[in-house]
């Protein structure tokens, strides 16, 4: 299956334009195509795509503000989807969001293709701060957001910082699938990195005050 055979709808465009799906098909396959001829995402201009893709560039402007935003959005659809949070409990949620770090981790080391974008997103300062923008920040609030919510029902600690909880949690997962290509992700290791930490983590019961006779 394609990128574009997977790609989930995007919201509709204004009111009284019709979406052309076979427009925004050409649109990213196009894209897709360059990417995999090795054409640098530096050399990827908004009129070599509309070339490739057999559009005219008002039709990748009217979805997309420019080649920034659109190699985001198809970066991220690349990617497993932003989960749906169980919201039974803090401990489900935190694994949720872990699961979809592990599943994007196996499915990068997978697609040589993904790999090479991700690697040369990070060494364009637009590009990077555009996915940071509209990817990284919003899951990052969220998960401050989730053990925030912890904390204020008892599930956690308040005496320690949320934003480094947020690392503590999250950063298992980003290492071994960013700086150890080798290490294992097996099923089951959010489970395990969530259940390890919030051993430490969980507030800590007063012990009950003994008496004494005398």
Do not use: C
């Amino acid at each position: 299956m394609s990128l574009a055979d997977s790609r989930p709808d995007r919201a509709g465009p204004a009111k009284g334009r019709p979406r052309s799906e076979a427009v925004e098909r050409a649109i990213v396959e196009g894209v897709m195509k360059l990417l995999e001829e090795g054409v640098p995402l530096a050399e990827l201009s908004i009129e070599r795509i509309a070339r490739t893709a057999g559009v005219g560039k008002a039709a990748i402007y009217r979805r997309w503000s420019g080649k920034e935003e659109l190699f985001v959005d198809i970066v991220r659809t690349a990617e497993p989807p932003d989960p749906e949070l169980p919201g039974t409990s803090m401990r489900d949620d935190l694994v949720a969001l872990l699961e979809q770090l592990r599943r994007r981790g196996v499915m990068t080391r997978s697609s040589a293709l993904l790999h090479n974008v991700h690697v040369q997103m990070k060494s364009s300062p637009r590009i990077w701060s555009a996915y940071h923008a509209t990817v990284l920040a919003p899951r990052r609030r969220l998960q401050l957001e989730i053990l925030r919510r912890g904390q204020d029902n008892g599930e956690l600690r308040t005496d320690v910082d949320v934003e480094l909880m947020n690392d503590m949690f999250v950063g298992p997962m980003l290492f071994r699938t960013t700086m150890r290509p080798d290490a294992d992700l097996p099923a089951g290791l959010s489970e395990q990195i969530v259940d390890t930490l919030l051993e430490g983590l969980r507030p800590v019961s007063s012990p009950p005050v003994s008496s004494t006779s005398g």
